[in-house]
């Protein structure tokens, strides 16, 4: 099989009078050299809507492949610390192909990756976690009366 492409219409249209005359979608996939699956969905939609025409897709075409999604959400993963910017420059150089960054971010968003900002913490060890839990813990029944004049501060 070759690679993949669309079937001009007139190929189409020679299928459907292929298989009205009897010939199998088998055999009229292999001498339009495509998969069956293409030659039954285009039976099914002759039959269904008495035309082969390929149906309008509302929308723009998308700037990233399925696989570009994946690599841009696995290098945010690696890369805690990186901003949208940095991960529209990375992966795209090579290819010479621009994408926004707000195409970086919905598709961030798709994987579940939210507020790419590059924040610095100070790790904590145990002693401080086991500090901040006992205090949580304490403080976990408190209304709003007692928080009202507590101010937190960096």
Known sequence: MSQRRRLPNSLRWRAVGWMEMGLSQADAARRLN???SVVQR????YQSEDSVFRRHVPGQPRATTPAE???LALSARRRRTTTVPQLV???FQASGRRISATTVRNRLHN???YARRPVVCVPLNGRQRRNRLCWA???VSWTQQQWAPVLFTD
């Open 34 to 36: 495509v998969s069956r």
């Open 42 to 45: 285009l039976w099914d939609q």
């Open 69 to 71: 999604d994946r690599f």
């Open 89 to 91: 420059a990375d992966p």
């Open 111 to 113: 994987a579940g990756l």
């Open 137 to 139: 813990r304490v403080h």
